[in-house]
Structures are given as structure tokens and as C-alpha cells.
């Protein structure tokens, strides 16, 4: 329960990586292993944090290492997610014909920018420091 964010965030980047058709399958391979061992490194090193650290009272090294830790991996998850992004958002946009067509692809751009910087607050706070 504790990564739940976690999985609906990879399950997010999976659900785009496969739909997308543009990438070919070798390519939604290299990506899904990619984030699979990423995200086994992090839970790794999160629960070794928890183990080395969490005491009652729980010291501050611990919230120094875990926020180091959460900071350090949000570019590693959140680059290659927002390069898919836009990928997906170029070709959409070149592929389509019509001004109104292309409008409403530039306005589905805010919606997709508020998700995005909603995972991005979501997972940062793997690294909440009180």
C-alpha cells in the first residue's frame, strides 16, 4: 500500500508507452525494463533508508536520506515520461489536419500539464520531510 503511487504512476507511463504507435516494439521494451528496474532501486534503497534509519525518535539522517534519495530519482521517472509525452503530443499535433483540429491539441496540453506536475507533486512527497 505504501507505493501505491508508485504503481498508478508506472501504470500511467505503461498504459502511453504501449498505446503509443509511433514507438517501435523493441523500444516499449527497452522503456517498460527500464522503469521496472528503476522502480525495484528505488523501492530497494527506500526500505534500506527505513531500515537504517527509522528509530523512535526517528533522527533527522533519516529524513535527509530519504528526501536525498526521492530527489535524486524524480528526474530518472519524470524526463523520460515527459519526452514520451511530448513525442506523442508532436506527432498527434503533425499529423493532424485543421486549425480547430490543432487548437484543441494545444488546449489538450493543459490538462495533460497539470496531471503530469500532479505525479510529479505526488511523487515527490516519497521524500516528505516534516
Same mark, same amino acid.
Given at each position: 500500500?505504501?507505493?501505491?503511487?508508485?504503481? =498508478? &504512476? %508506472?501504470?500511467?507511463?505503461?498504459?502511453?508507452?504501449?498505446?503509443?504507435?509511433?514507438?517501435? @516494439?523493441? #523500444?516499449?521494451?527497452?522503456?517498460?525494463?527500464? !522503469? %521496472?528496474? %528503476?522502480?525495484?532501486?528505488?523501492?530497494?534503497?527506500?526500505?534500506?533508508? !527505513?531500515?537504517?534509519?527509522?528509530?523512535?525518535?526517528?533522527?533527522?539522517?533519516?529524513?535527509?536520506?530519504? $528526501?536525498?534519495?526521492?530527489?535524486?530519482?524524480?528526474?530518472?521517472? /519524470? &524526463?523520460? /515520461?515527459? &519526452?514520451?509525452? %511530448?513525442?506523442?503530443?508532436?506527432?498527434? =499535433?503533425?499529423?493532424?489536419?485543421?486549425?480547430?483540429?490543432?487548437?484543441?491539441?494545444? #488546449? $489538450? &496540453?493543459?490538462?495533460?500539464?497539470?496531471?503530469?506536475?500532479?505525479? @510529479?507533486?505526488?511523487?515527490?512527497? !516519497?521524500?516528505?520531510?516534516?
Amino acid at each position: 500500500m505504501e507505493y501505491m503511487a508508485l504503481w =498508478f &504512476l %508506472l501504470g500511467i507511463i505503461f498504459m502511453i508507452t504501449w498505446t503509443t504507435k509511433g514507438f517501435q @516494439l523493441w #523500444l516499449k521494451m527497452i522503456i517498460t525494463i527500464y !522503469y %521496472l528496474v %528503476l522502480s525495484f532501486v528505488f523501492i530497494m534503497r527506500k526500505e534500506e533508508i !527505513y531500515r537504517q534509519f527509522h528509530t523512535i525518535p526517528v533522527p533527522n539522517t533519516f529524513w535527509d536520506a530519504n $528526501s536525498d534519495w526521492v530527489s535524486s530519482l524524480i528526474g530518472f521517472y /519524470f &524526463l523520460p /515520461f515527459l &519526452l514520451i509525452l %511530448l513525442f506523442n503530443y508532436y506527432r498527434w =499535433f503533425t499529423q493532424t489536419s485543421g486549425t480547430a483540429k490543432k487548437v484543441g491539441i494545444v #488546449l $489538450s &496540453l493543459i490538462p495533460s500539464g497539470v496531471v503530469f506536475f500532479c505525479l @510529479l507533486f505526488i511523487f515527490s512527497m !516519497y521524500g516528505y520531510r516534516p
